[in-house]
Protein backbone atom coordinates (compact mmCIF):
# COMPACT_ATOMS: atom_id res chain seq x y z
CA UNK A 1 0.00 0.00 0.00
CA UNK A 2 1.46 3.23 -0.93
CA UNK A 3 0.40 6.55 0.74
CA UNK A 4 2.12 9.82 0.28
CA UNK A 5 4.46 11.16 3.39
CA UNK A 6 2.57 13.35 5.44
CA UNK A 7 3.79 17.06 4.45
CA UNK A 8 6.11 15.97 1.46
CA UNK A 9 4.80 17.71 -1.47
CA UNK A 10 5.39 16.74 -5.59
CA UNK A 11 8.27 18.42 -6.82
CA UNK A 12 7.00 20.69 -9.44
CA UNK A 13 5.74 19.83 -12.93
CA UNK A 14 8.30 21.96 -15.08
CA UNK A 15 11.00 20.90 -12.95
CA UNK A 16 9.89 16.92 -12.37
CA UNK A 17 12.42 14.65 -14.70
CA UNK A 18 10.51 12.46 -16.76
CA UNK A 19 11.31 9.16 -14.99
CA UNK A 20 10.59 10.35 -11.89
CA UNK A 21 7.32 12.33 -12.81
CA UNK A 22 6.36 8.90 -14.07
CA UNK A 23 7.10 6.84 -10.87
CA UNK A 24 5.27 9.64 -8.78
CA UNK A 25 1.94 9.76 -10.98
CA UNK A 26 2.16 5.31 -10.99
CA UNK A 27 2.86 5.92 -7.12
CA UNK A 28 -0.31 7.81 -6.96
CA UNK A 29 -2.08 5.73 -8.88
CA UNK A 30 -1.34 2.53 -7.16
CA UNK A 31 -1.86 4.45 -3.94
CA UNK A 32 -5.59 5.33 -5.05
CA UNK A 33 -5.90 1.28 -6.00
CA UNK A 34 -4.91 0.40 -2.49
CA UNK A 35 -7.01 2.46 -1.04
CA UNK A 36 -9.86 1.42 -3.06
CA UNK A 37 -8.78 -2.41 -2.00
CA UNK A 38 -8.59 -1.53 1.85
CA UNK A 39 -12.29 -0.46 1.61
CA UNK A 40 -13.72 -3.70 -0.39
CA UNK A 41 -11.69 -5.17 2.72
CA UNK A 42 -13.53 -3.66 5.16
CA UNK A 43 -16.74 -3.88 3.51
CA UNK A 44 -16.09 -7.65 3.12
CA UNK A 45 -15.10 -7.83 6.46
CA UNK A 46 -18.17 -6.80 7.62
CA UNK A 47 -20.25 -9.16 6.07
CA UNK A 48 -18.03 -11.89 8.23
CA UNK A 49 -16.34 -13.41 5.01
CA UNK A 50 -13.30 -12.25 2.45
CA UNK A 51 -13.70 -15.34 0.09
CA UNK A 52 -15.11 -12.53 -2.68
CA UNK A 53 -11.75 -10.80 -2.67
CA UNK A 54 -9.15 -12.36 -5.33
CA UNK A 55 -6.06 -13.49 -3.66
CA UNK A 56 -3.99 -10.74 -5.55
CA UNK A 57 -6.31 -8.31 -3.60
CA UNK A 58 -6.07 -9.66 -0.42
CA UNK A 59 -2.14 -9.54 -0.29
CA UNK A 60 -2.04 -6.14 -2.44
CA UNK A 61 -2.71 -3.76 0.72
CA UNK A 62 0.21 -5.71 2.94
CA UNK A 63 2.60 -5.27 0.58
CA UNK A 64 4.57 -2.19 0.62
CA UNK A 65 6.78 -0.57 -1.99
CA UNK A 66 9.71 2.20 -2.19
CA UNK A 67 10.46 5.45 -1.71
CA UNK A 68 13.05 6.97 -2.03
CA UNK A 69 14.97 8.79 1.16
CA UNK A 70 16.66 12.45 1.37
CA UNK A 71 19.82 11.28 0.55
CA UNK A 72 18.73 9.43 -2.70
CA UNK A 73 18.73 6.03 -1.58
CA UNK A 74 15.38 4.10 -1.79
CA UNK A 75 13.80 1.67 0.57
CA UNK A 76 10.58 0.12 1.42
CA UNK A 77 7.91 2.47 2.74
CA UNK A 78 7.16 1.83 6.18
CA UNK A 79 3.68 2.32 8.01
CA UNK A 80 5.74 5.31 10.11
CA UNK A 81 6.00 6.68 6.78
CA UNK A 82 2.56 6.78 6.15
CA UNK A 83 -0.02 10.01 6.22
CA UNK A 84 -2.04 9.65 10.21
CA UNK A 85 -5.61 8.64 8.30
CA UNK A 86 -4.88 6.12 6.54
CA UNK A 87 -2.27 4.61 8.87
CA UNK A 88 -5.22 5.05 11.12
CA UNK A 89 -7.63 3.29 8.30
CA UNK A 90 -5.24 0.52 7.72
CA UNK A 91 -4.85 -0.70 11.36
CA UNK A 92 -8.43 -0.16 11.30
CA UNK A 93 -8.78 -2.48 8.89
CA UNK A 94 -6.36 -5.33 10.58
CA UNK A 95 -8.56 -4.69 14.45
CA UNK A 96 -11.73 -5.51 12.15
CA UNK A 97 -10.00 -8.61 10.57
CA UNK A 98 -8.90 -9.98 13.86
CA UNK A 99 -12.10 -9.38 15.84
CA UNK A 100 -13.62 -11.20 13.34
CA UNK A 101 -11.77 -14.32 13.44
CA UNK A 102 -11.71 -14.12 17.06
CA UNK A 103 -15.52 -13.79 16.99
CA UNK A 104 -15.69 -16.70 14.77
CA UNK A 105 -13.61 -18.93 16.66
CA UNK A 106 -15.81 -18.67 19.07
CA UNK A 107 -18.23 -21.01 16.87
CA UNK A 108 -15.11 -23.69 15.90
CA UNK A 109 -15.10 -21.91 12.24
CA UNK A 110 -13.38 -19.44 9.83
CA UNK A 111 -13.67 -18.27 6.46
CA UNK A 112 -10.64 -19.81 5.31
CA UNK A 113 -9.65 -16.88 3.66
CA UNK A 114 -10.09 -14.61 6.27
CA UNK A 115 -7.60 -17.41 8.21
CA UNK A 116 -5.04 -17.50 5.07
CA UNK A 117 -4.52 -13.61 5.95
CA UNK A 118 -4.34 -14.33 9.89
CA UNK A 119 -1.83 -16.93 9.05
CA UNK A 120 0.33 -15.06 6.33
CA UNK A 121 0.57 -11.76 9.23
CA UNK A 122 1.47 -14.56 12.12
CA UNK A 123 3.94 -15.67 9.42
CA UNK A 124 5.26 -11.82 9.28
CA UNK A 125 5.83 -12.53 5.89
CA UNK A 126 5.62 -8.26 4.88
CA UNK A 127 6.98 -7.57 8.13
CA UNK A 128 3.58 -6.05 9.22
CA UNK A 129 3.73 -7.13 12.93
CA UNK A 130 6.86 -5.35 13.18
CA UNK A 131 6.14 -2.17 12.02
CA UNK A 132 2.93 -1.95 14.19
CA UNK A 133 5.15 -2.89 17.26
CA UNK A 134 7.32 0.21 16.05
CA UNK A 135 4.27 2.48 16.61
CA UNK A 136 4.22 2.01 20.48
CA UNK A 137 7.34 4.96 19.96
CA UNK A 138 4.60 7.51 17.85
CA UNK A 139 3.67 10.80 19.17
CA UNK A 140 0.24 9.96 17.73
CA UNK A 141 -1.94 9.37 20.80
CA UNK A 142 -4.90 7.92 18.39
CA UNK A 143 -2.37 5.85 16.17
CA UNK A 144 -0.99 4.42 19.38
CA UNK A 145 -3.99 3.05 20.92
CA UNK A 146 -5.31 1.85 17.65
CA UNK A 147 -2.07 -0.15 17.01
CA UNK A 148 -2.18 -1.54 20.87
CA UNK A 149 -5.68 -2.97 20.88
CA UNK A 150 -4.93 -4.18 17.16
CA UNK A 151 -1.62 -5.88 18.41
CA UNK A 152 -3.67 -7.82 21.53
CA UNK A 153 -6.54 -8.92 18.90
CA UNK A 154 -3.70 -10.44 16.72
CA UNK A 155 -2.03 -12.19 19.57
CA UNK A 156 -5.26 -13.51 20.66
CA UNK A 157 -5.79 -14.71 16.93
CA UNK A 158 -2.39 -16.27 16.90
CA UNK A 159 -2.28 -17.67 20.25
CA UNK A 160 0.93 -19.82 21.23
CA UNK A 161 2.07 -18.93 17.87
CA UNK A 162 3.21 -15.78 18.19
CA UNK A 163 7.00 -14.93 17.79
CA UNK A 164 8.78 -14.77 20.90
CA UNK A 165 11.22 -11.71 19.77
CA UNK A 166 7.70 -9.72 19.39
CA UNK A 167 6.93 -9.79 23.22
CA UNK A 168 10.45 -9.51 24.28
CA UNK A 169 10.80 -6.40 22.18
CA UNK A 170 7.38 -4.89 24.02
CA UNK A 171 8.62 -5.63 27.56
CA UNK A 172 11.76 -4.35 26.94
CA UNK A 173 10.50 -0.90 25.92
CA UNK A 174 9.25 -0.78 29.32
CA UNK A 175 12.79 -0.75 30.95
CA UNK A 176 13.70 1.46 27.95
CA UNK A 177 11.87 4.37 29.11
CA UNK A 178 11.31 6.81 31.64
CA UNK A 179 8.37 7.90 29.99
CA UNK A 180 4.83 6.66 31.50
CA UNK A 181 3.49 7.09 28.36
CA UNK A 182 5.75 5.47 26.31
CA UNK A 183 4.97 2.43 28.54
CA UNK A 184 1.30 2.66 28.06
CA UNK A 185 1.50 0.94 24.55
CA UNK A 186 2.94 -2.35 25.94
CA UNK A 187 1.05 -2.01 28.84
CA UNK A 188 -2.10 -2.05 27.32
CA UNK A 189 -1.07 -5.08 24.67
CA UNK A 190 -0.76 -7.43 27.39
CA UNK A 191 -3.56 -6.05 29.56
CA UNK A 192 -6.32 -6.50 26.31
CA UNK A 193 -4.49 -10.32 26.17
CA UNK A 194 -4.90 -10.94 29.51
CA UNK A 195 -8.32 -9.85 30.32
CA UNK A 196 -9.88 -11.95 26.72
CA UNK A 197 -12.60 -14.41 27.48
CA UNK A 198 -12.87 -17.20 25.21
CA UNK A 199 -16.64 -17.26 24.87
CA UNK A 200 -17.44 -13.72 23.73
CA UNK A 201 -21.28 -15.25 22.61
CA UNK A 202 -23.95 -12.84 23.42
CA UNK A 203 -26.64 -15.01 25.73
CA UNK A 204 -29.24 -13.76 23.54
CA UNK A 205 -27.02 -14.34 19.96
CA UNK A 206 -28.80 -16.86 17.78
CA UNK A 207 -27.26 -19.83 18.30
CA UNK A 208 -28.15 -20.53 14.97
CA UNK A 209 -26.31 -17.65 13.05
CA UNK A 210 -23.14 -19.54 11.55
CA UNK A 211 -21.50 -16.21 11.83
CA UNK A 212 -20.13 -16.38 8.98
CA UNK A 213 -21.86 -15.65 4.76
CA UNK A 214 -23.92 -18.19 3.50
CA UNK A 215 -21.35 -18.15 -0.04
CA UNK A 216 -18.13 -18.61 2.78
CA UNK A 217 -15.65 -21.46 2.48
CA UNK A 218 -15.60 -21.67 6.06
CA UNK A 219 -13.08 -24.51 7.87
CA UNK A 220 -13.84 -26.41 11.39
CA UNK A 221 -11.86 -25.22 13.73
CA UNK A 222 -10.50 -27.65 16.64
CA UNK A 223 -12.61 -26.45 19.89
CA UNK A 224 -9.74 -26.66 21.85
CA UNK A 225 -7.59 -23.78 18.95
CA UNK A 226 -9.90 -21.29 21.16
CA UNK A 227 -8.13 -21.79 24.90
CA UNK A 228 -6.68 -18.38 24.93
CA UNK A 229 -4.88 -19.11 28.24
CA UNK A 230 -1.05 -20.25 26.52
CA UNK A 231 -0.75 -16.75 24.53
CA UNK A 232 -1.50 -15.02 28.07
CA UNK A 233 0.86 -17.24 29.91
CA UNK A 234 3.52 -16.86 27.65
CA UNK A 235 3.00 -12.51 27.33
CA UNK A 236 3.02 -12.73 31.71
CA UNK A 237 6.26 -14.73 31.30
CA UNK A 238 7.66 -12.35 28.98
CA UNK A 239 6.80 -9.52 31.69
CA UNK A 240 7.88 -11.92 34.46
CA UNK A 241 12.17 -10.80 34.45
CA UNK A 242 10.83 -7.44 33.81
CA UNK A 243 8.40 -6.79 36.98
CA UNK A 244 10.13 -5.64 39.14
CA UNK A 245 12.26 -3.12 37.52
CA UNK A 246 8.45 -1.90 36.14
CA UNK A 247 6.96 -2.03 39.66
CA UNK A 248 9.80 0.31 41.13
CA UNK A 249 9.26 2.94 38.22
CA UNK A 250 5.59 3.10 38.47
CA UNK A 251 6.46 3.75 42.95
CA UNK A 252 8.78 6.40 41.84
CA UNK A 253 5.80 7.99 39.45
CA UNK A 254 3.21 7.59 42.63
CA UNK A 255 5.95 8.85 45.06
CA UNK A 256 5.24 11.82 42.78
CA UNK A 257 2.53 11.77 41.33
CA UNK A 258 1.05 14.31 38.64
CA UNK A 259 -2.19 14.08 36.55
CA UNK A 260 -0.27 13.69 33.54
CA UNK A 261 0.25 10.25 34.68
CA UNK A 262 -3.06 8.90 35.51
CA UNK A 263 -3.46 7.45 32.53
CA UNK A 264 -0.24 5.31 33.03
CA UNK A 265 -0.83 4.55 36.44
CA UNK A 266 -4.32 2.89 35.94
CA UNK A 267 -3.40 0.85 33.01
CA UNK A 268 -0.57 -0.62 35.32
CA UNK A 269 -2.58 -0.95 37.87
CA UNK A 270 -5.35 -2.62 35.69
CA UNK A 271 -3.33 -4.93 34.26
CA UNK A 272 -2.01 -6.22 37.41
CA UNK A 273 -5.06 -6.69 39.13
CA UNK A 274 -5.93 -8.14 35.76
CA UNK A 275 -2.62 -11.15 36.00
CA UNK A 276 -3.28 -12.20 39.27
CA UNK A 277 -7.22 -12.39 38.84
CA UNK A 278 -8.73 -15.94 39.50
CA UNK A 279 -10.66 -14.95 36.06
CA UNK A 280 -7.31 -14.90 34.07
CA UNK A 281 -7.50 -18.67 34.80
CA UNK A 282 -3.74 -18.53 35.29
CA UNK A 283 -1.54 -21.16 36.95
CA UNK A 284 0.18 -20.40 40.71
CA UNK A 285 3.73 -21.00 39.12
CA UNK A 286 2.83 -18.22 35.82
CA UNK A 287 1.84 -15.29 38.61
CA UNK A 288 3.50 -15.82 41.47
CA UNK A 289 6.04 -13.19 40.68
CA UNK A 290 3.11 -10.38 40.55
CA UNK A 291 1.59 -11.28 44.44
CA UNK A 292 5.19 -9.76 45.43
CA UNK A 293 6.16 -5.79 45.61
CA UNK A 294 3.28 -4.93 46.82
CA UNK A 295 3.71 -3.38 50.10
CA UNK A 296 5.20 -0.10 49.09
CA UNK A 297 1.80 0.07 47.12
CA UNK A 298 0.16 0.25 50.30
CA UNK A 299 2.11 3.04 51.26
CA UNK A 300 0.69 5.47 48.34
CA UNK A 301 -2.74 4.86 50.11
CA UNK A 302 -2.18 8.47 51.10
CA UNK A 303 -3.78 12.22 50.53
CA UNK A 304 -1.27 12.85 48.03
CA UNK A 305 -3.16 10.65 45.40
CA UNK A 306 -6.68 11.36 44.19
CA UNK A 307 -9.92 8.58 44.74
CA UNK A 308 -9.43 7.52 41.21
CA UNK A 309 -5.88 5.84 42.32
CA UNK A 310 -7.27 5.24 44.98
CA UNK A 311 -10.03 2.74 44.09
CA UNK A 312 -7.22 0.88 41.74
CA UNK A 313 -5.03 -0.10 44.24
CA UNK A 314 -7.82 -1.23 46.56
CA UNK A 315 -8.99 -3.01 43.85
CA UNK A 316 -5.61 -4.63 43.13
CA UNK A 317 -5.37 -5.21 46.82
CA UNK A 318 -8.84 -6.82 47.11
CA UNK A 319 -7.85 -9.43 44.53
CA UNK A 320 -4.71 -10.35 45.99
CA UNK A 321 -6.84 -10.93 49.10
CA UNK A 322 -9.57 -13.34 47.29
CA UNK A 323 -11.13 -14.23 50.13
CA UNK A 324 -14.68 -16.05 49.60
CA UNK A 325 -13.22 -17.72 46.40
CA UNK A 326 -9.82 -18.76 47.38
CA UNK A 327 -7.95 -17.60 50.63
CA UNK A 328 -11.19 -19.05 52.95
CA UNK A 329 -11.23 -22.87 51.59
CA UNK A 330 -7.19 -23.37 52.15
CA UNK A 331 -6.34 -24.88 54.94
CA UNK A 332 -2.74 -22.98 54.86
CA UNK A 333 -2.10 -19.71 53.63
CA UNK A 334 0.36 -18.45 51.03
CA UNK A 335 2.44 -15.55 52.84
CA UNK A 336 1.81 -12.68 49.92
CA UNK A 337 -1.20 -12.59 51.02
CA UNK A 338 -0.72 -12.94 54.73
CA UNK A 339 2.25 -9.86 54.66
CA UNK A 340 -0.58 -7.43 52.70
CA UNK A 341 -3.43 -8.19 55.65
CA UNK A 342 -0.96 -7.59 58.27
CA UNK A 343 0.23 -4.37 56.66
CA UNK A 344 -3.16 -3.38 56.06
CA UNK A 345 -4.08 -3.92 59.40
CA UNK A 346 -1.18 -2.25 60.51
CA UNK A 347 -1.48 0.70 58.32
CA UNK A 348 -5.27 1.10 59.72
CA UNK A 349 -4.28 0.65 63.34
CA UNK A 350 -1.20 2.35 64.02
CA UNK A 351 -1.09 5.04 60.51
CA UNK A 352 -4.74 5.75 60.89
CA UNK A 353 -5.12 4.79 57.27
CA UNK A 354 -9.05 5.85 57.15
CA UNK A 355 -8.21 8.91 57.57
CA UNK A 356 -6.60 9.62 54.42
CA UNK A 357 -9.55 8.00 52.93
CA UNK A 358 -10.52 10.65 49.91
CA UNK A 359 -14.49 10.30 49.90
CA UNK A 360 -15.08 13.67 49.19
CA UNK A 361 -13.63 16.63 47.24
CA UNK A 362 -12.08 19.31 49.29
CA UNK A 363 -10.55 20.11 52.70
CA UNK A 364 -11.62 18.49 55.84
CA UNK A 365 -10.74 15.46 57.78
CA UNK A 366 -12.81 12.80 55.53
CA UNK A 367 -12.08 15.15 52.55
CA UNK A 368 -15.19 17.40 53.87
CA UNK A 369 -16.96 19.55 51.02
CA UNK A 370 -20.04 18.63 49.88
CA UNK A 371 -22.14 15.70 47.68
CA UNK A 372 -22.66 12.28 48.31
CA UNK A 373 -18.86 11.24 48.07
CA UNK A 374 -17.69 8.59 46.61
CA UNK A 375 -19.60 5.52 47.51
CA UNK A 376 -17.22 2.64 45.73
CA UNK A 377 -14.12 3.62 47.36
CA UNK A 378 -16.12 3.44 50.67
CA UNK A 379 -16.91 -0.41 49.64
CA UNK A 380 -13.36 -1.19 48.43
CA UNK A 381 -11.56 0.03 51.62
CA UNK A 382 -14.18 -1.47 53.91
CA UNK A 383 -14.11 -4.78 52.37
CA UNK A 384 -10.33 -4.73 52.54
CA UNK A 385 -10.05 -4.18 55.84
CA UNK A 386 -12.87 -6.91 56.40
CA UNK A 387 -10.62 -9.36 54.19
CA UNK A 388 -7.76 -8.37 55.89
CA UNK A 389 -9.19 -8.89 59.49
CA UNK A 390 -10.55 -12.62 58.25
CA UNK A 391 -7.10 -13.42 56.49
CA UNK A 392 -4.82 -12.67 59.80
CA UNK A 393 -7.52 -14.53 61.98
CA UNK A 394 -7.54 -17.25 59.83
CA UNK A 395 -3.81 -17.67 59.66
CA UNK A 396 -3.64 -17.39 63.51
CA UNK A 397 -5.95 -19.86 63.87
CA UNK A 398 -4.03 -22.13 61.86
CA UNK A 399 -0.41 -21.75 63.30
CA UNK A 400 -1.92 -22.05 66.43
CA UNK A 401 -3.38 -25.41 65.48
CA UNK A 402 -0.38 -26.82 63.53
CA UNK A 403 0.30 -29.68 66.14
CA UNK A 404 3.88 -29.97 64.52
CA UNK A 405 4.60 -26.54 66.68
CA UNK A 406 3.86 -28.10 70.27
CA UNK A 407 1.41 -25.42 70.72
CA UNK A 408 -1.25 -26.20 73.90
CA UNK A 409 -4.34 -24.59 74.39
CA UNK A 410 -2.39 -21.84 76.62
CA UNK A 411 -0.55 -20.47 73.40
CA UNK A 412 -3.49 -20.37 71.52
CA UNK A 413 -5.15 -18.61 73.88
CA UNK A 414 -2.28 -16.02 74.25
CA UNK A 415 -1.90 -15.89 70.51
CA UNK A 416 -5.57 -15.26 69.81
CA UNK A 417 -5.76 -12.81 72.44
CA UNK A 418 -3.70 -10.54 71.17
CA UNK A 419 -4.98 -10.65 67.36
CA UNK A 420 -8.38 -10.11 69.15
CA UNK A 421 -6.89 -6.80 70.81
CA UNK A 422 -5.81 -5.96 67.33
CA UNK A 423 -8.44 -6.84 65.40
CA UNK A 424 -10.87 -4.86 68.02
CA UNK A 425 -8.98 -1.92 67.33
CA UNK A 426 -9.29 -2.14 63.59
CA UNK A 427 -12.69 -2.92 63.45
CA UNK A 428 -13.42 0.24 66.07
CA UNK A 429 -11.82 2.32 63.61
CA UNK A 430 -13.79 1.23 60.50
CA UNK A 431 -17.00 1.82 62.22
CA UNK A 432 -16.10 5.25 63.27
CA UNK A 433 -15.09 6.29 59.55
CA UNK A 434 -17.99 4.35 58.42
CA UNK A 435 -20.72 6.46 60.97
CA UNK A 436 -18.51 9.59 59.53
CA UNK A 437 -19.49 9.12 55.99
CA UNK A 438 -22.63 7.85 56.11
CA UNK A 439 -26.16 8.72 57.87
CA UNK A 440 -26.03 5.62 60.78
CA UNK A 441 -27.36 5.19 63.54
CA UNK A 442 -24.20 5.32 66.00
CA UNK A 443 -25.83 2.47 68.53
CA UNK A 444 -25.84 0.51 65.10
CA UNK A 445 -23.04 -2.61 65.28
CA UNK A 446 -21.14 -3.42 62.34
CA UNK A 447 -22.22 -6.77 62.10
CA UNK A 448 -25.67 -4.50 60.78
CA UNK A 449 -24.52 -2.00 58.66
CA UNK A 450 -22.31 -3.89 56.85
CA UNK A 451 -25.20 -5.07 54.97
CA UNK A 452 -26.17 -1.76 54.24
CA UNK A 453 -22.97 -0.54 52.83
CA UNK A 454 -23.25 -3.43 50.28
CA UNK A 455 -26.45 -3.17 49.59
CA UNK A 456 -25.88 -2.59 45.61
CA UNK A 457 -22.90 -4.38 45.20
CA UNK A 458 -23.96 -8.77 45.90
CA UNK A 459 -20.39 -10.23 45.71
CA UNK A 460 -18.92 -7.27 47.85
CA UNK A 461 -21.96 -7.67 50.11
CA UNK A 462 -21.45 -12.08 50.06
CA UNK A 463 -17.63 -11.69 50.85
CA UNK A 464 -17.92 -9.37 53.26
CA UNK A 465 -20.83 -11.49 55.32
CA UNK A 466 -18.10 -14.30 55.06
CA UNK A 467 -15.60 -12.67 56.42
CA UNK A 468 -17.61 -11.23 59.53
CA UNK A 469 -18.71 -14.82 59.93
CA UNK A 470 -15.43 -16.41 60.29
CA UNK A 471 -13.41 -13.85 62.07
CA UNK A 472 -16.65 -14.39 64.57
CA UNK A 473 -16.34 -17.91 64.31
CA UNK A 474 -12.26 -17.64 64.31
CA UNK A 475 -11.98 -15.56 67.54
CA UNK A 476 -15.32 -16.76 69.76
CA UNK A 477 -13.90 -20.26 69.66
CA UNK A 478 -14.19 -20.48 73.68
CA UNK A 479 -17.55 -18.45 73.89
CA UNK A 480 -18.80 -14.77 72.99
CA UNK A 481 -16.14 -11.93 74.03
CA UNK A 482 -16.75 -10.17 77.00
CA UNK A 483 -16.35 -6.48 75.37
CA UNK A 484 -18.03 -4.65 72.18
CA UNK A 485 -16.91 -7.52 69.96
CA UNK A 486 -19.91 -9.03 70.08
CA UNK A 487 -22.49 -6.96 68.73
CA UNK A 488 -19.90 -6.15 66.65
CA UNK A 489 -19.56 -9.24 64.72
CA UNK A 490 -22.66 -11.49 65.94
CA UNK A 491 -23.78 -13.28 62.75
CA UNK A 492 -27.17 -13.52 63.21
CA UNK A 493 -27.47 -10.23 63.33
CA UNK A 494 -25.94 -9.96 59.93
CA UNK A 495 -28.51 -13.10 58.38
CA UNK A 496 -31.56 -11.28 60.37
CA UNK A 497 -30.46 -8.02 58.54
CA UNK A 498 -29.87 -9.23 55.09
CA UNK A 499 -32.72 -11.56 55.10
CA UNK A 500 -34.28 -7.98 55.81
CA UNK A 501 -32.99 -6.69 52.93
CA UNK A 502 -34.36 -8.94 50.48
CA UNK A 503 -37.62 -8.65 51.84
CA UNK A 504 -38.06 -11.90 53.41
CA UNK A 505 -37.89 -13.43 49.59
CA UNK A 506 -36.35 -17.27 49.73
CA UNK A 507 -36.49 -16.51 45.82
CA UNK A 508 -33.53 -14.59 46.15
CA UNK A 509 -31.28 -16.78 48.21
CA UNK A 510 -31.85 -19.25 45.47
CA UNK A 511 -30.84 -17.02 43.20
CA UNK A 512 -27.94 -16.91 44.57
CA UNK A 513 -26.92 -20.21 45.36
CA UNK A 514 -27.80 -21.48 41.43
CA UNK A 515 -25.42 -18.27 40.24
CA UNK A 516 -21.37 -18.36 40.31
CA UNK A 517 -21.34 -14.24 40.84
CA UNK A 518 -20.88 -14.51 44.45
CA UNK A 519 -19.51 -17.03 47.01
CA UNK A 520 -22.85 -17.68 48.35
CA UNK A 521 -23.10 -21.09 48.85
CA UNK A 522 -20.00 -21.20 51.18
CA UNK A 523 -21.31 -18.38 53.34
CA UNK A 524 -25.06 -20.07 53.69
CA UNK A 525 -22.93 -23.13 54.54
CA UNK A 526 -20.77 -21.77 57.25
CA UNK A 527 -23.53 -19.96 58.89
CA UNK A 528 -25.81 -22.77 58.90
CA UNK A 529 -23.30 -24.80 60.83
CA UNK A 530 -22.53 -21.68 63.03
CA UNK A 531 -26.97 -21.75 63.75
CA UNK A 532 -26.82 -25.23 64.34
CA UNK A 533 -23.54 -25.16 67.16
CA UNK A 534 -24.71 -22.12 68.45
CA UNK A 535 -28.94 -22.65 68.66
CA UNK A 536 -29.77 -20.92 71.75
CA UNK A 537 -27.51 -17.90 70.90
CA UNK A 538 -29.56 -17.49 67.30
CA UNK A 539 -32.87 -17.86 68.90
CA UNK A 540 -31.65 -15.00 71.74
CA UNK A 541 -30.63 -12.41 68.98
CA UNK A 542 -33.33 -13.33 66.49
CA UNK A 543 -35.96 -12.77 69.66
CA UNK A 544 -39.33 -11.71 67.68
CA UNK A 545 -38.13 -12.02 64.31
CA UNK A 546 -37.11 -15.50 64.90
CA UNK A 547 -40.62 -17.12 62.93
CA UNK A 548 -39.56 -14.67 60.29
CA UNK A 549 -36.33 -15.56 59.94
CA UNK A 550 -37.20 -19.24 60.13
CA UNK A 551 -39.79 -19.19 57.49
CA UNK A 552 -37.46 -17.80 54.74
CA UNK A 553 -35.11 -20.89 55.75
CA UNK A 554 -37.90 -23.48 55.58
CA UNK A 555 -39.30 -22.16 52.30
CA UNK A 556 -35.73 -22.04 50.85
CA UNK A 557 -35.56 -26.03 51.75
CA UNK A 558 -38.63 -26.30 50.18
CA UNK A 559 -37.50 -24.68 46.55
CA UNK A 560 -33.96 -26.57 46.59
CA UNK A 561 -35.77 -29.82 46.82
CA UNK A 562 -38.12 -29.04 44.61
CA UNK A 563 -34.91 -27.77 41.95
CA UNK A 564 -33.14 -31.23 43.11
CA UNK A 565 -35.73 -33.25 42.02
CA UNK A 566 -36.19 -31.73 38.58
CA UNK A 567 -32.05 -31.89 38.60
CA UNK A 568 -31.59 -28.22 37.89
CA UNK A 569 -28.53 -27.88 40.21
CA UNK A 570 -25.33 -28.28 38.81
CA UNK A 571 -23.50 -29.38 42.23
CA UNK A 572 -24.25 -31.11 45.23
CA UNK A 573 -26.41 -29.33 47.73
CA UNK A 574 -27.15 -32.36 50.23
CA UNK A 575 -24.98 -30.80 52.60
CA UNK A 576 -27.10 -27.27 52.32
CA UNK A 577 -30.40 -29.89 52.63
CA UNK A 578 -29.30 -31.69 55.77
CA UNK A 579 -27.99 -28.28 57.94
CA UNK A 580 -31.51 -26.70 56.58
CA UNK A 581 -33.69 -29.79 57.68
CA UNK A 582 -31.40 -29.60 61.06
CA UNK A 583 -32.07 -26.63 61.87
CA UNK A 584 -35.60 -26.65 61.29
CA UNK A 585 -35.68 -29.87 63.41
CA UNK A 586 -34.33 -27.34 66.40
CA UNK A 587 -36.68 -24.67 65.16
CA UNK A 588 -39.66 -26.89 66.08
CA UNK A 589 -38.08 -27.93 69.24
CA UNK A 590 -37.83 -24.62 70.49
CA UNK A 591 -41.65 -23.92 69.46
CA UNK A 592 -42.83 -27.01 71.08
CA UNK A 593 -41.55 -25.56 74.19
Known amino acids: MVLRRQGVNPPSETMEEPAKKKQRIENEEEEDDAITEIERFQTSLLAQCLCNIPESSLRKPFTGTTIETSNGEYRTQLLSDWEPDKTLEFISALQLLFDVAIKQSTKHIMCSRIADVCEALARNEHGIIDQIIDLSGTSNKFISFAASRALASFFIVTKENIEP ?29 VEHRDDLRHPVEDAENPGVSLHCNIIQLDPESEDSTPVKAMCVKALESKWIILVSKFDTILGSYTPQHESAVLIFLELWESIISVKANLSVIDTKMFFSQLDNM ?55 LLDALPYRQGSGRFGGGSGDGDRPLLQKIVLLVLKSVAVTVKETRSDSSDSSLGS ?159 TLFQYNISPILRLLEKCESLYEGNVDN
Open 165 to 193: AWLDRLTQSLLNTHSPSQMLFTLDVVKRV
Open 408 to 566: EAEDIDADMAVIERSIREVLRQLDHCVKTLLPFHPEMPLSQWVVQVFNDQDDFLIEGMVCCLDVAVGLFYRGPPQNDLGPMLRPTLTFMQFVRAISYDPSVLVDLLVGTETCFLLYLLRFLKYIKRNWSEFVSCCGDELDNTMTVLIRLRLTVERLVSK
Open 298 to 352: VMHLNVNVPGVIWRHLLGLFNEVLCYGSTLSLQDILPDEPCSLAHLIVRAVKDWR
